[in-house]
């Protein structure tokens, strides 16, 4: 093997951590920086103790390990071993340990110093997960502050090098050329109008007919593999074809990897499981669906789900590279090449997309006061850090300053997610730890105990079940168990049902049914989910949801717990409140007082409350008045009037929106004892006027004076709210003697005249009273003087004294 293209370099490498503590390596895919490194480092004066190998999934971590002990002709566990979740391999030989970057986090947090190690080799590091950005971190600040003489080894094959050496104090930066095999891409289209499973199955049989080698397929999810491997085998029966992904058995795994035995050609049908560290021997096309699935945090429904989008270019460009590793190689794509320069040029960092309470509490753990003063590629997010130590809060691992609590100390210390740790510490101390353990165990693997919504009788199933996967996840439940036992406190209470388990952990997703059908479900945090209804858990009337996937609005329970009314009753009364409600009733024009019992957004029961709380009443009507605008309110027409003055003075007082505004003011006082807007008029334009100080009433009177004085002494009011402006109406005769037309407002405006008759009937509307005077009048005398004999119709009135009498009653008057 000393062919491989990283044995160029890897002097150079050698060189530079003989003088620098840190470095970073760059080699494409195929140069063989994961297997032939860390051996190489063993032989190193300061290499006298372990040698940590962090990849990124379980499975390349176990290949990568088995092919380092196969170099060396060992067997896995001497030499070189490996560590993760629900598999481990090594002994007091091990020199070289791969572990998943998960695994290296809890090592780093149990002892700070790495005591006994002498190296850690971040793998693949461009993938930018969660845990390897963390690790990195952490080993940083404890490079910095304890261990001078560890060092630290960035690899990938498409990482921006320059970014990692500056975070690493300048580390040199070593870079290999790799080996370049021709690789030919094929672009074959996307096809919207055909299933994923049939356009891939459809894929690989041209693959199959036109090439020559085995054939990896990259496929988003395990479901999609199921039914591509099915389609296979009706239509290419000829084919080896080998599922690889996380929940296929090691054997299973082990079987993809590899060359088969018997020469016969595989077709392996991966997720991004295969897309770097793994070396597929034997590959050389590659098929790609163009597909990712990756988890993101659902901030609004609390949840990870699990997004499909469009795969990279990044990605695209390691899973075509499968294909050439060890030789001339052909990729297929399933979408076109002018749609290829608009795919995300990478996957966004875990550290943006992912739920940040595990990463809250390591850190809160660690010590770290200020997050953002660590070795970040990319500081976690403000926001998203904020909003995970609130819920840590809310479970009781931090305190109100966000220092890690004793409680917080012993979830830490649980290989879990600070949520179901907290559920099975709270299960160990009612002696419930096994259950606990293999509850939380069941939402962290998918595929344990078959599908279904279900998880107790996903539970009975797993109990069952047999294989290399099951036994070792019920050895890892057991461990997980004996863990928490240690840690907790028992006897505190007495054993509780599966569901109040799994509401310890999601409180926010206890949930009721909204129908009869089993299909929509309100969550106590106030999210919506759907169910489907053909599931068992349908039936129910109360469940608590592990799992879901999909948007906020409408997310699809994956996993979940039945409950019942009683066990709610019994066992969740710590989590019940009594809360006074009000509602609106727009029918009957009040608000309505409830007294509720509820859980969350669950309302358990309702009962009419006697004895509301006052001011929250007063507080309604005025929310009701605020949102529905001052016509619900009984306003009388003086009432109106003087806001309509108001208005035309310029009076801000009184606008309608200043007056919202003040409702608490100069509405409030008037609620009082109510439960409904049915204030008296008066009180409500007392109330109005109230709101205008001393110099707004005189500008007031002065600008929009409420009532028009006649020349015959009458008072007559004037109407602000008149299309043609301010006008006022009445008897023609009430104006005798006045020549000048009367305004009001400032600048001067004419005040728009409706005349009326002695019967007051309308005669004209004018804004010219002399031109009126001297022009129509005599029309009007001519139409009036027949009907209204008795009164007088002058032909020259602005010489006439004022007077609504008749003309006997003036002649009469006149001669006293």
């Given at each position: ?8 370099v890897?002097p ?16 494409p ?6 297997t032939?490194?860390?051996p190489?480092?063993?032989?190193e004066p300061?290499?006298t103790?372990q040698?940590i ?6 499975v390349?971590?176990r290949?990568?390990a088995?092919r380092m002990?196969e170099?060396l002709?060992?067997?896995?566990g001497?030499t070189i071993?490996?560590v993760t ?8 030989k091990t020199r070289?340990l ?13 002892d ?5 190690i002498?190296?850690v080799?971040?793998d693949?590091?461009h993938?930018?997960h969660?845990?390897?950005d963390?690790?990195l971190?952490l080993a ?7 261990r ?9 094959a ?8 500056s ?8 870079e ?5 095999h ?6 074959l289209g996307?096809?919207p ?5 049939a ?7 041209t693959a199959?007919r036109?090439?020559t080698?085995?054939i990896?397929?990259f ?10 491997a099915?389609?296979l085998?009706?239509r ?5 074809v080998l ?6 058995e ?6 993809a ?17 295969a ?13 790609d ?5 990756r988890a993101e945090?659902d901030k609004a429904?609390?949840?990870?789900r699990?997004?499909?989008?469009r795969?990279?270019?990044?990605s695209?460009?390691q899973?075509?590279?499968r ?6 190689g052909?990729?297929?794509r ?7 320069a608009?795919r995300p040029?990478f996957d ?7 739920d ?12 770290a006061?200020d ?10 997010p ?11 809060q ?5 305190d ?8 917080g100390?012993?979830?830490a210390r649980l290989p879990?997610?600070p949520?179901?740790?907290h ?5 160990a101390?009612r ?9 939380a165990l069941l939402?962290?693997?998918?595929g344990l ?7 107790a009788?996903?539970?009975?199933r ?6 290399s996967?099951?036994e070792g996840?019920r050895?890892?439940a057991?461990r997980?168990a004996q863990m928490?036992q240690?840690l ?10 599966l569901g ?12 009721r049914?909204?129908?009869?059908s ?6 106590s945090?106030g999210?919506g989910?759907?169910l489907?209804?053909?599931?068992p858990?349908?039936t ?9 996937q ?8 994956t996993?979940?717990?039945s409950?019942e009314d009683?066990?709610?009753t ?9 809360r006074?409600s009000?509602t609106w009733n727009?029918?009957e ?6 007294l ?5 957004a ?11 709380d006052?001011?929250?009443v007063v507080?309604?009507?005025v929310e009701v ?5 001052l016509a619900?309110?009984p ?11 108001a ?8 606008s309608?929106?200043v007056?919202l ?8 006082p008037?609620l009082a004892g109510r439960r409904?807007l049915q204030?008296g008029?008066?009180k409500?334009?007392?109330?109005l006027?109230?709101?205008l100080?001393?110099n707004?009433r005189?500008?007031l009177d002065?600008?929009?004076?409420a ?6 002494g009458?008072?007559h ?5 008149h299309?043609g402006?301010?006008c006022v109406?009445l008897?023609v005769?009430?104006l005798?003697?006045l ?5 009001v407002?400032?600048p001067?405006?004419p ?10 009937k309308p005669i004209?509307t004018?804004?010219?009273?002399p031109?009126?005077?001297r022009?129509s009048?005599?029309?009007v005398?001519k ?7 008795k ?6 009135p602005?010489?006439?004294d004022p007077?609504?009498k008749?003309?006997?009653a003036f002649?009469a008057?006149k001669?006293?």
């Amino acid at each position: 093997m000393s062919d491989l293209p990283i044995h160029a370099v890897l002097p150079d490498l050698l060189a530079a951590l003989r003088d620098r503590q840190s470095a970073v390596l760059i080699a494409p895919p195929g140069a063989g920086k994961t297997t032939a490194v860390a051996p190489a480092l063993l032989a190193e004066p300061w290499c006298t103790g372990q040698v940590i190998v962090l990849s990124p999934r379980r499975v390349a971590a176990r290949a990568a390990a088995e092919r380092m002990a196969e170099l060396l002709g060992e067997e896995a566990g001497q030499t070189i071993g490996y560590v993760t979740r629900l598999d481990a391999k090594r002994s007091a030989k091990t020199r070289v340990l791969v572990v998943t970057e998960a695994i290296f986090v809890s090592t780093i947090l149990n002892d700070p110093e790495l005591q006994g190690i002498s190296a850690v080799l971040f793998d693949e590091a461009h993938e930018r997960h969660l845990d390897s950005d963390l690790g990195l971190a952490l080993a940083a600040e404890a490079q910095g502050v304890l261990r001078e003489d560890l060092r630290i080894v960035v690899m990938s094959a498409t990482i921006d090098g320059s970014r990692f050496a500056s975070l690493l104090d300048g580390a040199p930066v070593v870079e290999s050329e790799g080996k370049a095999h021709p690789l030919t891409v094929k672009w074959l289209g996307a096809r919207p109008d055909v299933k994923i499973e049939a356009a891939m199955a459809s894929a690989i049989r041209t693959a199959w007919r036109e090439e020559t080698g085995d054939i990896l397929a990259f496929l988003p999810g395990v479901a999609q593999i199921e039914r591509t491997a099915d389609l296979l085998a009706e239509r290419l029966q000829q084919a080896l074809v080998l599922p690889l992904h996380g929940q296929v058995e090691p054997a299973g795994q082990r079987a993809a990897i590899r060359r088969d035995p018997q020469g016969r050609r595989r077709v392996v049908l991966a997720t991004s499981i295969a897309e770097t560290s793994l070396t597929l021997d034997g590959v050389s096309v590659v098929v790609d669906a163009g597909l990712s699935r990756r988890a993101e945090f659902d901030k609004a429904a609390g949840v990870t789900r699990l997004v499909t989008t469009r795969a990279s270019q990044a990605s695209a460009a390691q899973r075509a590279g499968r294909a050439a590793r060890q030789g001339p190689g052909v990729a297929y794509r399933l979408w076109e090449e002018a749609a290829h320069a608009g795919r995300p040029a990478f996957d966004p960092p875990e550290v943006v997309t992912s739920d940040l309470a595990p990463l809250a509490l390591t850190l809160a753990q660690w010590g770290a006061g200020d997050p953002t003063a660590m070795a970040w590629l990319d500081p976690p997010p403000v926001a998203a850090m904020a909003a995970a130590r609130g819920a840590l809060q809310a479970l009781g691992a931090l305190d109100a300053e966000a220092r890690i609590t004793a409680h917080g100390r012993a979830m830490a210390r649980l290989p879990m997610e600070p949520a179901l740790a907290h559920m099975l510490l709270f299960a160990a101390e009612r002696g419930q730890a096994d259950e606990a353990a293999q509850l939380a165990l069941l939402l962290q693997e998918r595929g344990l105990g078959g599908r279904g919504e279900d998880l107790a009788r996903r539970l009975d199933r797993w109990a069952g079940e047999r294989g290399s996967r099951a036994e070792g996840s019920r050895k890892l439940a057991v461990r997980w168990a004996q863990m928490a036992q240690k840690l907790a406190t028992r006897g505190k209470s007495a054993e509780v049902p599966l569901g109040v388990l799994l509401a310890e952990a999601f409180p926010d997703r206890i949930a009721r049914a909204r129908g009869a059908s089993g299909e929509e479900w309100l969550a106590s945090g106030g999210r919506g989910y759907r169910l489907d209804p053909a599931s068992p858990l349908a039936t129910a009337k109360r469940l608590v949801i592990g799992d879901a996937q999909g948007e906020a609005k409408g997310a699809r329970i994956t996993a979940a717990v039945s409950l019942e009314d009683e066990e709610v009753t019994r066992f969740l009364s710590h989590r019940m409140e009594e809360r006074h409600s009000l509602t609106w009733n727009a029918a009957e024009g009040r608000v309505e007082a409830r007294l509720e019992r509820r859980l969350g957004a669950i309302v358990l029961a309702r009962v009419p409350d006697p004895k509301p709380d006052a001011d929250a009443v007063v507080a309604k009507l005025v929310e009701v008045v605020r949102e529905g605008g001052l016509a619900l309110l009984p306003l009388g027409e003086a009432a109106k009037a003087l806001i309509v003055r108001a208005g035309y003075a310029g009076l801000e007082a009184l606008s309608e929106q200043v007056l919202l505004d003040g409702l608490e003011e100069w509405l409030g006082p008037l609620l009082a004892g109510r439960r409904d807007l049915q204030i008296g008029a008066g009180k409500l334009h007392e109330a109005l006027l109230n709101r205008l100080d001393w110099n707004e009433r005189q500008a007031l009177d002065k600008l929009a004076p409420a009532e028009f004085r006649s020349p015959a002494g009458t008072s007559h009011a004037i109407d602000y709210g008149h299309e043609g402006g301010p006008c006022v109406e009445l008897r023609v005769q009430a104006l005798f003697g006045l020549e000048r037309h009367p305004c009001v407002g400032q600048p001067p405006k004419p005040l728009l005249l409706s005349l009326t008759s002695p019967g007051d009937k309308p005669i004209q509307t004018t804004a010219d009273l002399p031109g009126f005077w001297r022009g129509s009048w005599r029309d009007v005398v001519k139409d009036m003087k027949g009907r209204y004999p008795k009164h007088r119709w002058p032909d020259e009135p602005w010489a006439e004294d004022p007077s609504l009498k008749t003309k006997n009653a003036f002649n009469a008057q006149k001669r006293t």
